[in-house]
């Protein structure tokens, strides 16, 4: 892996639009405007502008998915397959990620002003969906001047919107990576978020999300991303990693942190309070339980379609287990779409997407130099 000396310090972008009187519509029926989307871009955007890739982050990513923040000097969180010579060779590729609306980032979220108001919008910012960010992302495409992206990748949340581009502009997409991701939440997925979403809201702090004056609901949003974290790793890799492990060598046999496990859950939990909003984490993972692409939803214009797709899952993914990407494997079938389908070995659990890089490299480099042929 290239140390951090030599990457490249990539500054963050920001595209806004939607400016009155017009403004995004959403899902919801409800509108707003103006739309600021924070993007990063890596790589050159060849003449025929026919070599884009769109990369979609996860819940709680952002713009910077590779080289260096110019801030703080902290690699993007996929850099290991973004870079010249990586699965995505921004030598070849012009690759594009935005932090979507709903976020924290750069982008238009709960915390950003309130035209209206010039106060942060907290609660009054209105319910967004994966396809509110799609559509967002439509717009910065259209801006950078793409009438149709190479690829779109993305794991967890970002292979819904990479789901969600699909099938909204299946004229506009020619290849798709879902990675470790699914057409809808199950029952057990949207209870893990309400009960990362309770955890938020009860603790007093949050003031009903209008707390930016005061402070974050740090004990809250630190529960909730503590939470977060247990369903993100496996049984085997907490064994691997921390097993009975102490802190120190004696139990204090009082409420602290003895085991390295609750250490680490609690250093997870409070360091994410430094980086994120308590209330754009409550609307996105409200965003991802609304989402729905299942049965009649997924790509319904057309009976076939021409894009071509690489799913892959891991085997000890229980947040977003195999069996969801086989739902898309097969809902692909019966759009005759050209399909690959991994399910890989791996002991890291959802976390898997953002750690197997040598794995997802070889799959996405030979699937993307196919892409285009017939």
């Given amino acids: 892996m290239l140390k951090k000396e030599s990457l490249e310090i990539v500054e963050t972008r920001y595209f806004t639009f939607a400016e009155p009187p017009h403004p995004l519509k959403l899902q919801s029926g409800r509108s707003i405007g103006p739309v600021t989307l924070a993007y990063e871009t890596y790589g050159r955007l060849n003449a025929e502008k026919t070599n884009a890739i769109l990369v979609c982050h996860a819940l709680s990513g952002d713009a910077h998915a590779a080289g260096l923040s110019p801030d703080d000097r902290t690699p993007g969180w996929w850099d290991g397959l973004i870079g010249p010579g990586r ?209 009649l939803h997924f790509i319904p214009a057309v009976k076939s379609t021409s894009i071509r797709f690489l799913v892959i899952s891991f085997k000890s993914d229980w947040l977003y287990p195999s069996y969801q990407s086989q739902e898309i494997v097969r809902a692909l079938k019966r759009k005759h779409a050209y399909t690959t389908y991994f399910d890989l070995v791996s002991t890291y659990g959802h976390d898997a997407f953002l750690i197997e890089i040598e794995d997802e490299t070889r799959l996405i480099r030979n699937f993307l130099a196919n892409v285009g042929q017939s």
Wanted: proline content about 5%; aromatic content about 12%.
């Fill in 87 to 295: 699965a995505l060779d921004t030598n070849r590729y012009f690759v594009i990620c935005s932090n979507v609306i709903g976020g924290c980032k750069g982008s238009t979220g709960p915390s950003s002003p309130n035209p209206e108001t010039g106060r942060p919008y907290a609660l009054d910012f209105p319910m967004i969906t994966i396809a509110d960010m799609v559509e967002a992302q439509r717009h910065l495409i259209d801006h950078l001047g793409i009438d149709k992206l190479f690829c779109v990748i993305g794991g967890s949340m970002g292979g819904m919107q990479t789901l969600q581009w699909a099938s909204a502009y299946p004229d506009r997409v020619l290849s798709a990576i879902p990675i470790a991701t699914a057409l809808k939440h199950s029952p057990q997925q949207i209870a893990f978020n309400e009960v990362i979403r309770q955890a938020i809201m009860a603790d007093p702090a949050w003031r009903k999300g209008s707390y930016y004056d005061a402070g974050q609901p740090e004990n809250g949003l630190a529960l909730a991303r503590m939470i977060g974290h247990i369903t993100f790793m496996s049984d085997q890799s907490m064994e691997e990693k921390f097993s009975r492990r102490l802190k120190k060598e004696n139990l204090s046999f009082q409420f602290t942190d003895d085991f390295e496990v609750e250490g680490y859950l609690r250093y997870r939990g409070y360091n994410f309070v430094k980086r994120f909003d308590a209330n754009s984490y409550l609307y996105i993972t409200k965003a991802l339980d609304y989402f729905d692409l299942s049965g």
